[in-house]
């Protein structure tokens, strides 16, 4: 459930004309507010986007936490009553919500180009540029699991999270149909490249039920936090969450856990600006600025997320902490990214709520 946060405004009125994107933010707006997913990811983009936004625009920017999800923009959007200027969304969930109309439409000048000059249609990768979205990133959802829990044979494929008998224990995973119906199927050994077109049938969606349904004693989580909790108390002993709260638990704060690469789920995460924002001009210069090769590299060298153009991901280097490489930690490593799945995000656009309802129909009724 979103917190809503109100924050003030200067209700103006006064951005009613459109205008070409400009590297200064309208005085119309007195501050942003931005919906994003908490923890240590709002961290990062606070040290490498909000404060420096702050500091180079004089505009404050309040951050709200949800956890993915469009019921509460919809409602907004219907309510007219709609309190954040930008929102950080997955590229599937983007892709929905604009296809709803739920998004406003983005101008096709808006981002940078790279310091080279290279256009932005030239230097972002491929589908990162949408008609209500940019992406900015690329996470992914992986398994970590406790070295502890197993000091002898540890797991190595993502087939290894449904074997009880070899790994034995709690496992908890994300309440939501992806990574878990692709990996459920990796688990049979189907094919990457077959993941979708199996699940584009009952067949395949049961087949994926079934695999879920075996394993004994999950945990469902919502809040991306939460897996790292559930490692760190012992609960689990393999979980399924986002991979850059997973390095921030291991680097950070010295956690016994390992990522389990193998199956890794790669996103595209995207900014977008909500129907009816309160300041969309403002919020289009943000965009501007957190999309640039300079932010996409200074946010990888606090969370390992890929940056989403050709320029910026040849700019990571270490973690601004530790020092670390950062390059060896970001899910499109070639090391790491061997047994990648790319999520079909316009299959869950279009198959979403339909795919949803039987997940939970399926899995959550046995809780």
Same mark, same amino acid.
């Given at each position: @459930?979103?917190?809503?946060?109100?924050?003030?405004?200067?209700? #103006?009125?006064?951005?009613?004309?459109?205008?070409?994107?400009?590297?200064?933010?309208?005085?119309? #707006?007195?501050?942003?507010?931005?919906?994003?997913?908490?923890? #240590?990811?709002?961290?990062? =983009?606070?040290?490498?986007?909000?404060?420096?936004? $702050?500091?180079?625009?004089?505009?404050?920017?309040?951050?709200?936490?949800?956890?993915?999800?469009?019921? +509460?923009?919809?409602? #907004?959007?219907?309510?007219?009553?709609?309190?954040?200027?930008?929102? !950080? @969304?997955?590229?599937?969930?983007?892709?929905?919500?604009?296809?709803?109309?739920?998004?406003?439409?983005?101008?096709?000048?808006?981002?940078?180009?790279?310091?080279?000059?290279?256009?932005?249609?030239?230097?972002?990768?491929?589908?990162?540029?949408?008609?209500?979205?940019?992406?900015?990133?690329?996470?992914? $959802?992986?398994?970590?699991?406790?070295?502890?829990?197993?000091?002898?044979?540890?797991?190595?494929?993502?087939?290894?999270?449904?074997?009880?008998?070899?790994?034995?224990?709690?496992?908890?995973?994300?309440?939501?149909?992806?990574?878990?119906?692709?990996?459920?199927?990796?688990?049979?050994?189907?094919?990457?490249?077959?993941?979708?077109?199996?699940?584009?049938?009952?067949?395949?969606?049961?087949?994926?039920?079934?695999?879920?349904?075996?394993?004994?004693?999950?945990?469902?989580?919502?809040?991306? !936090?939460?897996?790292?909790?559930?490692?760190?108390?012992?609960?689990?002993?393999?979980?399924?969450?986002?991979?850059?709260?997973?390095?921030?638990?291991?680097?950070?704060?010295?956690?016994?856990? +390992?990522?389990?690469?193998?199956?890794?789920? =790669?996103?595209?995460?995207?900014?977008?600006?909500?129907?009816?924002?309160?300041?969309? +001009?403002?919020?289009?210069?943000?965009?501007?600025?957190? $999309?640039?090769?300079?932010? =996409?590299?200074?946010?990888?060298?606090?969370?390992?997320?890929?940056?989403?153009?050709?320029?910026?991901?040849? =700019?990571?280097?270490?973690?601004?902490? $530790?020092?670390?490489?950062?390059?060896?930690?970001?899910?499109?490593?070639?090391?790491?990214?061997?047994?990648?799945?790319?999520?079909?995000?316009?299959?869950?656009?279009?198959?979403? +709520?339909?795919?949803?309802?039987?997940?939970?129909?399926?899995?959550?009724?046995?809780?």
């Amino acid at each position: @459930m979103l917190a809503r946060r109100w924050t003030p405004r200067l209700l #103006a009125g006064l951005l009613a004309l459109a205008t070409p994107i400009s590297a200064e933010v309208p005085n119309a #707006a007195d501050s942003l507010t931005i919906l994003s997913w908490g923890g #240590a990811y709002e961290q990062a =983009q606070r040290r490498a986007l909000f404060t420096p936004f $702050t500091d180079a625009h004089d505009v404050p920017v309040a951050v709200d936490s949800y956890n993915g999800g469009l019921k +509460e923009l919809r409602q #907004a959007v219907a309510e007219n009553d709609v309190p954040w200027d930008v929102i !950080d @969304m997955t590229r599937s969930e983007a892709m929905a919500a604009c296809e709803e109309g739920l998004l406003e439409a983005l101008p096709s000048e808006l981002a940078a180009p790279a310091p080279d000059g290279t256009p932005a249609s030239q230097d972002f990768f491929s589908g990162a540029l949408g008609r209500c979205f940019i992406s900015h990133s690329i996470f992914a $959802t992986v398994v970590a699991y406790r070295r502890d829990a197993f000091p002898g044979e540890r797991p190595t494929r993502i087939a290894d999270l449904f074997d009880q008998q070899r790994f034995p224990g709690p496992r908890a995973l994300q309440r939501t149909p992806a990574a878990n119906l692709e990996w459920a199927l990796l688990s049979y050994q189907v094919p990457r490249e077959e993941l979708y077109r199996l699940l584009s049938t009952r067949r395949g969606l049961d087949l994926a039920f079934a695999r879920l349904q075996s394993i004994d004693n999950i945990k469902w989580w919502e809040s991306g !936090d939460t897996p790292v909790r559930l490692l760190e108390e012992g609960e689990v002993v393999m979980a399924s969450g986002y991979n850059g709260r997973f390095f921030a638990a291991m680097v950070e704060r010295d956690l016994p856990i +390992e990522i389990l690469w193998d199956g890794q789920l =790669q996103e595209h995460e995207t900014w977008v600006i909500p129907r009816g924002a309160p300041n969309p +001009e403002a919020a289009q210069t943000f965009i501007r600025f957190a $999309t640039t090769s300079e932010r =996409q590299v200074a946010l990888a060298r606090h969370i390992p997320y890929g940056p989403a153009r050709h320029s910026a991901s040849m =700019q990571v280097t270490t973690h601004r902490d $530790t020092g670390l490489d950062m390059r060896l930690h970001i899910p499109t490593h070639p090391i790491n990214a061997q047994g990648a799945v790319t999520k079909d995000e316009a299959w869950y656009a279009r198959t979403q +709520e339909r795919v949803e309802a039987l997940f939970h129909e399926a899995l959550m009724t046995q809780e």
